[in-house]
């Protein structure tokens, strides 16, 4: 199953895009989602906010990405990668 992953471009973060086009995208089309990953526990990036549902520019976006495509948006929990010295990134 395709998926479409973005993580926004701020600080240390780098931008993650993973796609198989035009066949992932065919995939999404069918299915009717998207899925997105991110890790939801860095604001004001991603995060659960006080009623319990996704907040942040990141989600903005995927919402956005999703609308523009048709479909329903998933949000798939992630966590940070980690880097040998102990950073993320």
């Known amino acids: 199953m395709p998926v479409i992953a ?3 471009c701020s600080g240390s973060r780098q931008v993650v895009v993973h796609a198989q086009a035009p066949a992932g995208l065919d995939a999404i ?3 009717a989602k998207i899925l997105v990953g991110m890790d939801m526990s860095a604001p004001p990036f991603a995060y659960v906010d006080q009623k ?5 520019s990141e989600v903005e976006v995927a919402n956005l990405l999703a609308k523009d495509l048709g ?3 998933e949000i798939v929990p992630t966590s940070p990668i980690w880097s040998p010295d102990g950073s993320t990134s």
């Open 52 to 56: 319990r549902q996704p907040a942040g």
């Open 71 to 73: 479909v329903a948006l």
């Open 29 to 31: 089309i069918r299915r």
């Open 6 to 8: 973005l993580m926004s």
